[in-house]
């Protein structure tokens, strides 16, 4: 598996509107973009900062990941994703290895990307997820 670099961290949030305040307001930052993501419950903001994005996450449920994330843990950092190259032969990889998967198969997640997620007890605690973005 080639990993090319860091496509994004994932920050859940409570309220998207006033978390982008801060994020464009005392940061900086522009907004690329907002997303439902209908089946993972949420609704997403795209900042890019270089060549990887800060995505905010909001849940659209709170019984949605993101919302039982946020009550547990509070806001913070979710995830790290990495951009690999072929997220079938990675996740292929990464299965022969023994490595504990929550998708074995690739999804749909925001911005078209295919993705799938490393579990958190293979990686330290971190939750991290693959990313394959058509150029």
Wanted: glycine fraction near 10%; proline fraction near 4%.
């Amino acid at each position: 598996m080639k990993v090319l670099k860091i496509d994004h961290v994932g920050v859940a949030v409570e309220n998207l509107e006033e978390t982008l305040a801060i994020y464009t307001g005392i940061l900086g930052l522009e907004l690329h973009g907002t997303e439902v993501v209908e089946d993972q419950r949420v609704k997403t903001a795209f900042l890019p900062v270089g060549e990887a994005e800060i995505e905010l996450l909001a849940s659209t449920d709170p019984e949605g990941p993101i919302g039982k994330f946020v009550a547990a843990k509070g806001q913070g950092v979710q995830h790290l994703a990495f951009r690999v190259a072929d997220l079938d032969a990675a996740l292929a990889e990464l299965k022969a290895k023994g490595v504990r998967l929550i998708d074995e198969k690739p999804r749909y997640g925001a911005g078209g990307a295919r993705i799938a997620f490393l579990h958190p007890k293979a990686t330290n605690g971190v939750l991290v997820e693959l990313c394959e973005r058509k150029a």
